[in-house]
């Protein structure tokens, strides 16, 4: 996903288009491998996070194993995309629509669908629609037929670009599979992602000496090899938590 759609709106926006039965949705910028800091030191990276020209935002997450899409990470993702949407000041109103897209490898409802969404409802109100525009799709990865998500899931789960059904998807494939550019492509891309997890292990670390109390900034800052002002800013962030 994060070699795949890195640099690629248009693909994205091929992708949201056929999971979310919109033709005229415009992508206007999109990110991979983003991540979002919790101030209780649980943090996410984001496959693939998109924004369309309404300003609602998309979190594409590719799921192998059924494990990773349990609704309270679902559940997750949704509240850290909530928490990166607004500024100290800015009014609630303006949080922006979001989508959780987790596209499993499996059928992980277990009821042939295609796609799987899920919205706030009051219950005693005859389940009137809650409107605060957060929702959760899960798409079927089993769901291979001649429809065009049917033809969308092959193409993901498809090892050689000439058997896929999506000209731009294979072409893609081909370029990363085939030529010496997209294997370079991939592994700055990798590069890039490990630098980014070893960093976050690295700020986890900080965050538990910080609240551990027994070592003054700058030589949390030796011990980890962070800047004394990234310590500090984690400092901060911890002391915002308790």
Sequence with gaps: MNAFFNDQPELVQFVLRIIMNKEHLIVKSVRTQKPL??????SITLDVDAVDEDGTRYDIEVQQESKGAKPKRARFHSSM?????????????????TYVIFINSKDYWKQGLPVYTINRHIEELKMKPFD?????????????NDTAIGKLMHDFKCAQPSEMYYPNLAERAHYLKDTEGGYDDMCQ???ESNREAARQRTYQIAMNLIRMGVLADKDIAKATNLTLGEVQELAKIVKASA
């Design 132 to 144: 605060d525009e957060a929702h959760i799709i899960y798409v079927n990865g089993e769901y291979i």
């Design 81 to 97: 995309m909530d928490s990166d949407a607004l500024l100290p000041t800015d009014d609630f109103e303006k949080f922006p629509e």
């Design 189 to 191: 891309i990798m590069e």
């Design 37 to 42: 800091k919790s101030i209780q030191g649980r």
